[in-house]
């Protein structure tokens, strides 16, 4: 669930601290290595209920799901019963939620959307939706619930499903509240937040702000202060049986190896994980909210000159976040948002959902479908675009993607199993597929050089872009440089004015500038040295019947990413962001 911002941190591969580098994780768990068999069979497409605007489907990889869930992860011991007893008829996803009243935060973004159209589609029994919205008043939320959801491209093939019966449908079930998770009660006023503290039955909490490296007071409010907001009005729900929260894989900050699906408890961080390994008898300070807090405040009433206070509060938050072991202000929020809830839950069940890089759909409710441009979506149509010939990485390291549907099939399974435990225990999910079908930025660039070169960008002088292989550098310098080369191989400087020479120099520095900026934005995904362990999915998929597995696919090794990037997400991101638009970077 990441988003891109044309604003950059000031940090660079190469001033990152040697000390902290050595691997923390023990090498005993290489004997879960998973070696994927493949076959390729045509994909049967049953599952896809909108019969319009898809594209043709990837051929499988079919992967060994013993050995997948041989492989360790975390569950309670009292919920072994419970799955024994369940494991032939499933996990009862459909039956679940029947007649339940579910609050959704941040139900206009891009995950929560596609949510509440599969729970709408697949479980049209459900009772009521409340979907948290930012508005003035009813009248405007509304209006946002009508042109952001009702009548969305995504809310096709539910509108063909119920025909003119379509609106009634959607209207009883969907109920636009004035609200903002930043403030008490959720910003409800006190008569709409006590009868929604009445009826719901589960939360489900989308609501972030993804901004890599947003000011650091806006990210403390939105992806800290939110989930203690909504800690505090879940205490208030007589019936609740689980709130679910998405945060993000990448919350794991700078772990190396092979990441486990462990929770966050107050005081902990990644740096002190990393010195105690190396030396248990050393101090590092704990991690407190309070203390961020307080630290931003003083800095607030100290700042007297507000045109300073934005780049101020940015390069804190990217201090405290590189300090305490994460790679950006987004990921180390993320992260004290989970050790909030953590330390606020008390008997309340807590699930909460990790995905990594979030893309389009991959079948359902057609394939392709997107919201925004997501995180690799620059990357590759800068690259397209003949704008980006090379990439400051490592070529061989991993990018951790899934598709939304996945991911939304998989948030459905996890609340219903978790749902009828009612376990006031906290759950942690990684949705990510590094664990079970890796691809290396390489291989994405390889396929995008196929797709471009069979389909290039037209230039607004009507010629075709030709794109070439990218090329990858280790160093900021040698990108820089290379840059630089290529910019200068593609104009011609000879029999020019010394004022023309001088046009064309201001206009390949900005470019390098800006190229330099965007690959140091993204430089520490691009020499990510984790993988997410994914044990409670295949345990998950292990309880899923046969029925819900093909209606409710989690398995990402079935993938093939070739297919996938080249005949499904490059087409969606055209199609449903880019149509009739320049790049919005």
């Not at 409010?221 to 609740?240: E, H, I, R, S, W």
Request: hydrophobic content about 40%; overall charge neutral; glycine content about 6%.
């Amino acid at each position: 669930m990441l988003l891109s911002k044309n604003t950059f941190p000031l940090y660079t591969r190469e001033s990152q601290t040697k000390l902290f580098s050595k691997n923390i994780f023990s090498s005993s768990f290489d004997k879960y290595k998973i070696v994927p068999s493949f076959k390729n069979e045509k994909r049967s497409m049953k599952n896809v209920t909108c019969l319009s605007s898809f594209f043709p489907s990837p051929n499988d990889q079919h992967f060994s799901l013993k050995a997948f869930t041989n492989a360790p992860s975390i569950i309670m011991d009292d919920e072994k019963e419970i799955i024994s007893q369940k494991a032939n008829n499933g996990i009862g996803i459909v039956e679940f939620f029947e007649g339940k009243n579910i609050l959704v935060t941040g139900g206009t973004g891009f995950l929560a959307k596609a949510l509440i159209e599969k729970m709408l589609r697949t479980t049209p029994k459900i009772n009521k939706i409340y979907i948290l919205i930012r508005a003035k008043d009813k009248g405007t939320a509304f209006n946002r619930l009508k042109s952001e959801i009702i009548e969305s491209k995504l809310f096709k093939c539910l509108e063909e499903m119920h025909g003119e019966y379509y609106k009634p449908f959607i209207l009883n079930k969907l109920i636009p509240v004035v609200g903002n998770i930043y403030e008490p009660n959720l910003g409800m006023d006190i008569i709409t937040s006590q009868q929604i503290a009445q009826q719901i039955d589960l939360i489900i909490d989308s609501a972030a702000n993804t901004t890599f490296d947003e000011r650091y007071d806006l990210a403390l409010d939105a992806n800290v202060n939110g989930p203690y907001q909504l800690m505090m009005f879940a205490k208030k729900c007589k019936n609740l049986k689980l709130l679910m929260h998405y945060s993000t894989a990448y919350a794991n900050g700078e772990r190396e190896g092979l990441i486990l699906e462990k929770p966050f408890s107050m005081g902990e961080s990644i740096t002190k994980e990393k010195i105690t390994s190396i030396s248990p008898f050393t101090n590092f300070p704990s991690l407190h909210v309070d203390n961020e807090m307080d630290l931003v405040s003083k800095l607030k009433n100290n700042i007297t000159n507000n045109i300073g206070l934005e780049q101020i509060m940015k390069n804190v938050g990217v201090e405290r976040a590189k300090l305490y072991g994460w790679q950006d202000t987004y990921t180390f929020t993320k992260a004290i948002g989970e050790m909030m809830i953590n330390s606020m839950r008390r008997e309340i069940p807590i699930l909460i959902l990790r995905p990594s890089v979030i893309t389009s759909s991959y079948k359902e409710p057609f394939p392709g479908w997107i919201q925004g441009y997501r995180v690799i979506d620059p990357s590759i149509f800068l690259y397209g675009k003949g704008e980006l010939p090379a990439l400051y990485c490592d070529q061989d390291t991993h990018v951790d993607v899934i598709p939304v549907d996945l991911v939304v099939n998989a948030t459905m399974a996890a609340i219903a199993k978790h749902g009828y435990l009612q376990s006031p225990q906290l759950n942690i999910y990684h949705l990510a597929t590094t664990f079970v079908n890796p691809v290396a930025i390489h291989q994405i660039f390889d396929y995008c050089y196929e797709y471009f070169t069979l389909f290039p960008f037209v230039n607004s002088k009507g010629d075709k872009i030709e794109v070439k292989e990218m090329k990858y550098f280790d160093k900021i310098s040698d990108f820089s440089n290379y840059i630089w080369e290529v910019l200068s191989k593609q104009h011609k400087v000879q029999d020019l004015s010394e004022k023309e020479l001088l046009k064309i120099q201001m206009r390949f520095e900005r470019k390098v500038e800006f190229l330099n900026n965007f690959s140091k934005l993204y430089e520490p995904y691009g020499f990510y040295r984790g993988r997410f362990h994914t044990g409670n999915m295949g345990i998950l998929m292990e309880e899923m019947s046969e029925e819900e597995r093909k209606n409710f696919e989690i398995d990402a090794s079935n993938i093939n990413w070739k297919d996938y990037l080249t005949g499904i997400h490059i087409s969606g991101v055209k199609k449903h962001v880019l149509e009739g638009k320049r790049l919005p970077i």
